[in-house]
């Protein structure tokens, strides 16, 4: 056999394994990973993707007292308790209870092929609900990382800086970190509303339709 064609298939073969193995699927998974997204980017690709919708996933308490995007669908991926626990900064009530429906209530309204865009207050909760979608089987997931309100001032990749620079705003008594103030939806000044519109609620709780 000739020299140039037995190498070419070795060539060919290696290749054929790259693909069965898990790194040689790197594409595929690159393929249906979540994507990261800008709140920004969220609302221009709404305006101009076909098949493109926004997914809040905040509790329904954010959803109406906070406010919401326009057009944004509430399937709510943690439920807001009456449990009260003491955290760094004082009291807060718990949204830890997971919505075992989640995935099964947006299979009902959403293809796999559709492209959705998760949004929650500050991105932390939109994250777990993607990654949680793709696996699903959703194949166009988008996080918008900076949610709808926006994370806390300041923001560092860095825990340990962040945890500091924390501490020495609470020991100089400076009030201003807690506020939600880096990017957002609201802080792009995009559109969003208090309106309840029922075509865009949490489905199970809608009236069910009289006999």
């Not at 690709?45 to 109406?64: A, G």
């Not at 906070?66 to 399937?75: M, R």
């Not at 923001?155 to 609470?170: M, T, V």
Request: net charge neutral; with cysteine; charged share 25%.
């Amino acid at each position: 056999m000739n020299m140039k064609i037995l190498a070419y298939t070795v060539l060919l073969m290696i290749a054929g394994l790259r693909i069965l193995s898990p790194s040689g699927m790197i594409f595929a998974q690159e393929a249906s990973a979540v994507k990261k997204i800008m709140s920004i980017d969220a609302y221009d690709r709404l305006k101009t993707w076909p098949d493109t919708f926004l997914i809040d996933v905040r509790t329904r308490e954010e959803y109406q007292f906070t406010g919401h995007s326009e057009n944004a669908y509430l399937f709510p991926y943690m439920m807001m308790t009456s449990k009260l626990a003491k955290t760094d900064d004082g009291y807060e009530y718990q949204f830890n209870l997971k919505n075992t429906d989640f995935i099964s209530e947006i299979n009902k309204v959403f293809k796999k092929s559709d492209n959705l865009l998760i949004i929650c207050r500050d991105g932390k909760r939109s994250a777990l609900a993607a990654k949680e979608l793709v696996g699903a089987g959703f194949k166009n997931v988008f996080d918008v990382e900076d949610g709808f309100e926006g994370r806390e001032f300041p923001y560092f990749e860095d825990p340990n800086l962040d945890k500091w620079y924390k501490n020495l705003a609470r020991q100089n008594k400076i009030n201003g970190y807690k506020q939600r103030r880096r990017y957002g939806w609201q802080f792009w000044g995009l559109p969003w509303t208090y309106e309840m519109d029922p075509n865009y609620l949490y489905p199970p709780d809608l009236p069910k339709p009289a006999n």
